[in-house]
């Protein structure tokens, strides 16, 4: 058995940041890993961040990702990580099973631990929805940016949210024809900068429209979209066709809770946070004692308000198990104040009605 | 819809046309489905399922998906041969 004093399960803004603001209080932590490289959603996003300086906004994500692991690097005798290694269980008696590659299961046990697992992709109900060339959007991102791979010639981008945005007009550099943008809302869901630079392309975003069915063989070869009505039923006799090689689902994230329910968190299902979410009081502490959370496992957000809920869940958790930051109160208000600023706008109203839902004492 | 060809569970292609059969039986939880189709049993564990089948549900029902009963969750999330964990057991600790 391996001992800790805090485990983070994932290594993506959030986990990297509470491991930056734990040892820097002083406390010994393990970074889990499940892929070969630290950075979480990160290390594909080729853009660059809006939200305020702090949390580097004008700044690509894949260079906020050697910013954080720069940072964590200053702290390298406090700090071990380990890739390539998913936590596959967490029980009562406080142990974390993980398996490394295919080839070592490990048990780990830590005085406490942050879960920042991060979100997982939502998907679509439609006819013939399994054929080949029916993606995720995040899966496409990372087929171009990562491994420089391009997914097909013609695509119908699925959702008008930032991530359907942006990686619609990834595509489009990418030299990927976008043929139209849908979005089951009666308004554009994403920020306004990106949505007008893909209309100033020529690129149409259809609101109050949903896929209707796939249509190929082998793979995609079509797809049919259609009308929705105020109450979103398709609307018949709306129906319009795509000669589509490519369709990315971009229709939103969903908390990646699994972890937290095995141990025994109490959950709650908050439509806001964009699903199942833990109990957590003001310091990302869940109704288990010792068990953190930080970023979108505790509710849909952006990578900005991860990184500030990194920092914060990092300080407290190191608190609890003894290691009290000298500035502690300083750094916590300030955690507290930037995460108010990034919640001021109309989406962040959204999000602080769900954390009102789920915050305890 | 055509719901025959609708895939709600890429792990055990369950689809659609199966889910709404069973609720309209009267298996209006997750858990019943899951034990009837190995639905969420699959190497994604419920995440790409999960919030498809609580939406039918929820439609069939009229109940809200916040007052559905939720599946649970057990280890491990991921495959992991026995031969890694029977290793791991002969350590005793």
Redesign the interface.
């Given at each position: 058995m391996k001992h800790v004093e805090i485990a983070i399960i994932g290594g993506g803004p959030a986990g990297l940041c509470a491991a930056i603001s734990a040892a820097s209080s002083g406390a010994n932590v393990l970074i889990i890993e499940r892929n070969n490289k630290l950075g979480g959603q990160l290390v594909k996003q080729t853009h660059m961040f809006f939200g305020s300086e702090k949390q580097y906004a004008s700044t690509r994500g894949i260079d906020i990702c050697n910013i954080l692991i720069n940072k964590l690097s200053k702290f390298k005798d406090k700090v071990e990580i380990m890739t390539d290694t998913t936590v596959v269980g967490m029980y009562e008696d406080g142990v974390i099973t993980a398996m490394y590659k295919e080839e070592k299961y490990i048990k780990i046990k830590s005085e406490a631990v942050i879960a920042a697992t991060g979100a997982f992709e939502k998907t679509l109900a439609f006819p013939n929805n399994d054929l080949p060339g029916i993606y995720g959007a995040g899966a496409v991102q990372t087929l171009m940016n990562v491994y420089g791979v391009k997914p097909g010639n013609k695509v119908l981008m699925v959702g008008a949210g930032n991530i359907g945005l942006i990686v619609s007009y990834q595509l489009m550099q990418a030299g990927v024809e976008v043929k139209a943008i849908l979005d089951a809302a009666p308004k554009i869901g994403g920020y306004l900068v990106h949505a007008s630079k893909i209309r100033r392309m020529g690129v149409p975003i259809l609101t109050r429209h949903s896929v209707k069915e796939a249509i190929g063989k082998e793979y995609l070869e079509k797809a049919v979209i259609c009308e929705l009505d105020e109450k979103w039923q398709p609307i018949e006799g709306t129906e319009k066709e795509f000669d589509v090689d490519v369709m990315c689902i971009s229709v939103g994230l969903s908390p990646l809770n699994e972890l937290l329910v095995m141990r025994g968190c109490e959950m709650k299902y908050v439509p806001q946070l964009s699903g199942l979410v833990p109990l957590r009081d003001e310091n990302y502490e869940t109704t288990v004692g010792n068990v953190f959370v930080a970023g979108d496992i505790s509710g849909i957000e952006e990578a900005s308000s991860a990184m500030v809920e990194g920092y914060l869940s990092g300080l407290c958790t190191a608190e609890k198990i003894g290691y009290k930051h000298e500035k502690f109160e300083e750094l916590k208000n300030d955690y507290l104040n930037q995460l108010d600023d990034l919640r001021s706008g109309a989406v962040g109203k959204h999000i602080l009605e769900g954390t009102k839902e789920i915050l305890v004492n | 819809?055509?719901?025959e060809?609708?895939?709600?569970c890429?792990c055990s292609?369950v689809t659609?046309k199966e889910v709404r059969d069973l609720i309209k039986q009267g298996y209006t939880t997750y858990d019943e489905i899951k034990r009837i189709t190995r639905i969420g049993m699959g190497p994604c564990?419920g995440?790409?399922c999960?919030?498809?089948v609580l939406r039918e549900i929820s439609a069939a029902t009229g109940k809200s998906?916040?007052e559905l009963k939720?599946h649970?969750?057990?280890?491990?999330?991921?495959g992991?041969?026995l031969d890694?964990?029977a290793?791991?057991a002969k350590?005793n600790?």
């Open positions: - | 819809m055509n719901d060809n609708t895939i709600v890429r292609d659609l564990q995440k790409t999960g919030q498809l998906i916040k939720l649970m969750n057990r280890p491990p999330v991921v992991v041969k890694l964990i290793e791991e350590k600790d």
